[in-house]
């Protein structure tokens, strides 16, 4: 689908939304905590006083490639940043799908909320944390615990995991490798 900026598709909405974009998963550079956030005139003052709490400084290097990415043509931004994603998630889901995962595609996110419970390896782990320990320690393999989107008192959570196709290409392949070499789906 294409994106959606709020404020351009619902204007009665403009003057009630934040739009916040940052520089590290765009540029698959997760980790870098650069970004920004356009705000109506009328609530800039309060976002202000909020972000001045948060933020320390953003170290000049960054700053600097910050700079030369946001000046790229705009045909990277419009159509080639979704195509190497989408790419990248369709690589990521094919192999998760591949080790047992239940795997549906986001519709516009770089992020698979995968169900593990078909994953052999996997499968003793009622909470979604030991499960990405698991994933982390043996496999060598980073996620995100399911419940962490719905809240602990929410079942539903304790059955996922969410997986990120920000990184390089050369990134989400080596994970791929990791995740074939050690998971195998149930039979």
């Given at each position: 689908r294409a994106h959606i900026l709020?404020?351009?598709?619902?204007?009665?909405?403009?003057?009630?939304t934040l739009v916040c974009n940052s520089i590290g998963k765009s540029a698959s550079a997760t980790g870098w905590r650069l970004g920004w956030c356009l705000t109506p005139p009328?609530?800039?003052h309060t976002y202000r006083s909020i972000h001045d709490q948060m933020v320390a400084m953003a170290p000049h290097p960054?700053?600097?490639a910050s700079m030369a990415y946001l000046s790229l043509p705009t045909e990277y931004f419009t159509h080639e940043l979704h195509e190497r994603y989408y790419k990248r998630v369709l690589l990521l889901a094919e192999a998760l799908r591949a080790v047992g995962f239940e795997v549906l595609l986001p519709e516009g996110a770089y992020y698979l909320?995968?169900?593990?419970?078909?994953?052999?390896e996997l499968r003793g782990f009622v909470e979604p944390m030991d499960a990405a320990l698991?994933?982390?320690k043996e496999v060598g393999v980073a996620c995100v615990p399911g419940d962490n989107f719905y809240g602990k008192s929410i079942e539903e959570g304790r059955?996922?995991?969410r997986f990120a196709a920000?990184?390089?290409?050369?990134?989400v392949t080596g994970a791929i490798e990791k995740l074939n070499s050690?998971?195998?789906a149930a039979s």
């Open positions: 709020i404020p351009k598709t619902f204007p009665r909405a403009a003057s009630l009328q609530l800039s960054m700053q600097y909320f995968v169900n593990y419970a078909n994953v052999k698991y994933l982390m059955k996922y995991l920000c990184r390089s290409v050369e990134d050690k998971l195998s």
